[in-house]
């Protein structure tokens, strides 16, 4: 059943990023030489007593406020072809109406630079967004906030210890240059980004809380443990004794210690209640407070961690199956309030579940990617094979729960299943090409991607509906993301022609090209801070108590325009098998997509929206790219052969 419409709207600000609040990778990189050797942006400077990490990001610009008059034409522009021509004059009206001199957009425009040319703010959007998009966010975190990474296969370590022990070691030597603000920045176009969101990666955890949860951030140098999962019984591991930190073998022991420790009997599903509404989760956190003095030390022990591993019991198989075992399990091996949770299954598969309140992808994408590098490239340093001897064993942190607790666990599972089984989870691994094609095509992989999307949902529907695109907004001081409006009077065109048999390939082309390059300058202008939907979204929060609410705001294809049916991201990597999130509206798909060097990877999420047919259609689409571009690159190649036969006649003459 379709949620209420404030209900669905604040569910769409939460996953405007979506995880998905994803950044587009194409713009994002930390290629230290090649950034070093580039000019910053103006004003740019380094401070070496904050860091290497952080020796930018006092000179970050503030996330700027767009003019209104451009969002205003954005805006319209963006509603065309989503509206039909009597709800678009309506809507122009409307705009008009905001926008002219002296009127209601002018009123609020000014109170929305007067509060970012406020010396005390450093971002005018970020808290409203943290509070807004997240934290005063009800709904369970696992399914609609949270995202995950499947690892590729690690040959060499088959048993879930071992890969446990690799994956550990490697995830710590990224926590110290975090801890030490060794990690060397990264960059967009040259310039340095900001890096101030990893201060919520380790040894951090969301708090539930009445009305709106809030993050913890605990001492690393005071909490220097993991918690691992196995069983639903909980244990704490220390990953530094005397000093120095455990090595690989060391750890493969402890692991292997509390695979024995916690035997074949699974024990009532405490950390089940972290999957639960958030109202609810408060009122059961109370409950489990109040069944025993000593639980309180239990939980934030885990809540301060450095991370969290579990060690599940299930043989994933499939990437579907993988899929929905890092995403969200079996509701209760885990702790979904922890940003950093990793999971190895008993046949030696891993990957990855973020929690998404306080941190948008690109952190963890960087952390995964370069650990799982770091492990199939044989970089890492495991440290001495043989373990120490005396050792502290794990410590079981054993929760003490009452008939009440019992009945509140019974519940979040009942809970758990049901939104479980209104999800439907489809992969396409589609091997017939990837960036390295694209490439030649001559186009940008996350714009040639986000066309196979649209036109796969063309087939599929015969229309092109509201889709989001998150682009990093990290050029500037806690930057987080923006909204590429991914659907234009260009990719209509382009999509129409596709599926008209009298359109010739030329003229199929000639569109695409006009249709991507559209993408591409919406996907600068978004990560330059100009995209449409975060202004708007500031200008509303500004209304006082007792104003009217503009004609803008109440016109119905303000909320039917971001009614996101689609909800994408790219996040790609050569060592992920895959990754994704859940749909954003009841009505929609989430879809994630990785293009890598000779594949593209898509997930599909919806409530039982015929996955298995989207699934289809984006294969067909892709198919049907390869082939229009593959002309195109045929003719230019047979130019290229005449060309170079000319000119050695030429020669021998």
Same mark, same amino acid.
């Given at each position: 059943?379709?949620?209420?419409?404030?209900?669905?709207?604040?569910?769409?600000?939460?996953?405007?990023?979506?995880?998905?609040?994803?950044?587009?990778?194409?713009?994002?990189?930390?290629?230290?030489?090649?950034?070093?050797?580039?000019?910053?942006?103006?004003?740019?400077?380094?401070?070496?007593?904050?860091?290497?990490?952080?020796?930018?990001?006092?000179?970050?610009?503030?996330?700027?406020?767009?003019?209104?008059?451009?969002?205003?034409?954005?805006?319209?522009?963006?509603?065309?072809?989503?509206?039909?021509?009597?709800?678009?004059?309506?809507?122009?009206?409307?705009?008009?109406?905001?926008?002219?001199?002296?009127?209601?957009?002018?009123?609020?425009?000014?109170?929305?630079?007067?509060?970012?040319?406020?010396?005390?703010?450093?971002?005018?959007?970020?808290?409203?967004?943290?509070?807004?998009?997240?934290?005063? #966010? !009800? $709904?369970?975190? =696992?399914?609609?906030? %949270?995202?995950?990474?499947?690892?590729?296969? @690690?040959?060499?370590?088959?048993?879930?210890?071992?890969?446990?022990?690799?994956?550990?070691?490697?995830?710590?030597?990224?926590?110290?240059?975090?801890?030490?603000?060794?990690?060397?920045?990264?960059?967009?176009?040259?310039?340095?980004?900001?890096?101030?969101?990893?201060?919520?990666?380790?040894?951090?955890?969301?708090?539930?809380?009445?009305?709106?949860?809030?993050?913890?951030?605990?001492?690393?140098?005071?909490?220097?443990?993991?918690?691992?999962?196995?069983?639903?019984?909980?244990?704490?591991?220390?990953?530094?004794?005397?000093?120095?930190?455990?090595?690989?073998?060391?750890?493969?022991?402890?692991?292997?210690?509390?695979?024995?420790?916690?035997?074949?009997?699974?024990?009532?599903?405490?950390?089940?209640?972290?999957?639960? #509404? !958030? $109202?609810?989760? =408060?009122?059961?956190? %109370?409950?489990?407070?109040?069944?025993?003095? @000593?639980?309180?030390?239990?939980?934030?022990?885990?809540?301060?961690?450095?991370?969290?591993?579990?060690?599940?019991?299930?043989?994933?198989?499939?990437?579907?199956?993988?899929?929905?075992?890092?995403?969200?399990?079996?509701?209760?091996?885990?702790?979904?309030?922890?940003?950093?949770?990793?999971?190895?299954?008993?046949?030696?598969?891993?990957?990855?579940?973020?929690?998404?309140?306080?941190?948008?992808?690109?952190?963890?994408?960087?952390?995964?990617?370069?650990?799982?590098?770091?492990?199939?490239?044989?970089?890492?340093?495991?440290?001495?094979?043989?373990?120490?001897?005396?050792?502290?064993?794990?410590?079981?942190?054993?929760?003490?729960?009452?008939?009440?607790?019992?009945?509140?666990?019974?519940?979040?599972?009942?809970?758990?299943?049901?939104?479980?089984?209104?999800?439907?989870?489809?992969?396409?691994?589609?091997?017939?090409?990837?960036?390295?094609?694209?490439?030649?095509?001559?186009?940008?992989?996350?714009?040639?991607?986000?066309?196979?999307?649209?036109?796969?949902?063309?087939?599929?529907?015969?229309?092109?509906?509201?889709?989001?695109?998150?682009?990093?907004?990290?050029?500037?001081?806690?930057?987080?993301?923006?909204?590429?409006?991914?659907?234009?009077?260009?990719?209509?065109?382009?999509?129409?022609?596709?599926?008209?048999?009298?359109?010739?390939?030329?003229?199929?082309?000639?569109?695409?090209?006009?249709?991507?390059?559209?993408?591409?300058?919406?996907?600068?202008?978004?990560?330059?801070?100009?995209?449409?939907?975060?202004?708007?979204?500031?200008?509303?929060?500004?209304?006082?108590?007792?104003?009217?609410?503009?004609?803008?705001?109440?016109?119905?294809?303000?909320?039917?325009?971001?009614?996101?049916?689609?909800?994408?991201?790219?996040?790609?990597?050569?060592?992920?098998?895959?990754?994704?999130?859940?749909?954003?509206?009841?009505?929609?798909?989430?879809?994630?997509?990785?293009?890598?060097?000779?594949?593209?990877?898509?997930?599909?999420?919806?409530?039982?929206?015929?996955?298995?047919?989207?699934?289809?259609?984006?294969?067909?689409?892709?198919?049907?790219?390869?082939?229009?571009?593959?002309?195109?690159?045929?003719?230019?190649?047979?130019?290229?052969?005449?060309?170079?036969?000319?000119?050695?006649?030429?020669?021998?003459?």
């Amino acid at each position: 059943m379709l949620r209420s419409l404030n209900k669905t709207r604040h569910h769409l600000q939460l996953h405007q990023l979506k995880l998905q609040n994803m950044s587009t990778l194409n713009l994002v990189r930390h290629n230290t030489a090649a950034a070093a050797a580039s000019k910053w942006a103006p004003g740019i400077k380094e401070d070496n007593s904050k860091g290497a990490m952080l020796r930018f990001e006092e000179s970050l610009p503030t996330l700027p406020v767009p003019k209104l008059a451009e969002t205003a034409a954005k805006y319209l522009k963006s509603l065309h072809p989503i509206l039909s021509e009597e709800e678009f004059k309506k809507s122009e009206a409307a705009i008009r109406e905001f926008v002219k001199p002296g009127g209601e957009g002018e009123k609020l425009q000014k109170r929305l630079v007067q509060r970012a040319q406020d010396p005390t703010c450093e971002n005018w959007l970020a808290e409203w967004w943290d509070s807004g998009a997240y934290m005063a #966010y !009800r $709904d369970p975190v =696992v399914f609609f906030v %949270s995202y995950f990474y499947a690892h590729k296969d @690690d040959r060499l370590r088959r048993d879930p210890a071992k890969r446990a022990a690799a994956l550990t070691t490697g995830v710590l030597e990224f926590k110290k240059q975090v801890d030490e603000k060794t990690l060397e920045p990264e960059y967009m176009k040259g310039s340095p980004i900001a890096m101030s969101s990893y201060k919520w990666a380790f040894n951090a955890c969301r708090i539930p809380a009445e009305g709106e949860d809030y993050s913890e951030k605990y001492d690393f140098k005071e909490h220097k443990h993991i918690v691992v999962v196995r069983k639903n019984k909980f244990f704490k591991v220390l990953h530094e004794v005397d000093g120095k930190q455990l090595s690989a073998a060391e750890l493969e022991a402890q692991f292997k210690l509390i695979y024995e420790m916690a035997g074949t009997e699974r024990a009532p599903a405490i950390g089940a209640l972290t999957s639960d #509404y !958030r $109202d609810n989760w =408060v009122k059961s956190r %109370s409950a489990l407070l109040s069944a025993s003095p @000593d639980n309180a030390s239990l939980i934030q022990q885990i809540e301060a961690a450095s991370f969290v591993v579990s060690l599940d019991d299930q043989t994933p198989v499939t990437l579907e199956e993988q899929a929905r075992q890092y995403w969200h399990g079996d509701g209760a091996n885990r702790w979904y309030d922890k940003p950093l949770h990793f999971v190895v299954c008993e046949n030696g598969k891993s990957g990855f579940l973020g929690e998404h309140s306080m941190m948008d992808g690109t952190p963890t994408w960087r952390m995964n990617d370069w650990v799982c590098r770091q492990i199939a490239e044989n970089k890492l340093d495991y440290g001495n094979p043989t373990p120490r001897t005396g050792l502290p064993k794990p410590k079981e942190l054993k929760f003490a729960i009452n008939d009440e607790v019992k009945e509140k666990i019974k519940s979040a599972e009942a809970t758990f299943e049901k939104i479980k089984s209104e999800h439907d989870l489809r992969v396409l691994n589609y091997q017939g090409y990837g960036k390295n094609l694209i490439k030649k095509f001559k186009c940008s992989p996350d714009a040639f991607a986000q066309m196979v999307i649209q036109l796969g949902y063309y087939k599929m529907y015969g229309v092109n509906k509201p889709t989001y695109e998150s682009a990093a907004t990290r050029a500037y001081k806690l930057g987080r993301t923006e909204t590429i409006r991914t659907v234009t009077d260009d990719v209509v065109a382009w999509c129409r022609a596709m599926e008209d048999s009298n359109a010739s390939v030329e003229k199929k082309i000639e569109l695409f090209r006009k249709a991507a390059a559209t993408h591409v300058r919406l996907t600068v202008e978004a990560s330059a801070g100009q995209g449409v939907d975060r202004h708007l979204y500031g200008l509303k929060k500004l209304l006082k108590e007792g104003e009217d609410t503009p004609a803008i705001f109440q016109d119905p294809a303000y909320s039917h325009s971001s009614h996101w049916f689609l909800s994408t991201s790219q996040l790609s990597s050569e060592y992920f098998a895959g990754y994704g999130w859940g749909e954003v509206v009841s009505d929609g798909y989430g879809i994630a997509y990785m293009v890598n060097g000779d594949s593209l990877n898509f997930n599909i999420v919806s409530k039982h929206l015929q996955n298995e047919k989207m699934w289809y259609y984006l294969r067909e689409a892709a198919d049907d790219l390869k082939e229009m571009l593959g002309v195109e690159l045929r003719e230019g190649e047979k130019a290229k052969v005449v060309k170079s036969g000319e000119a050695e006649v030429k020669m021998k003459v």
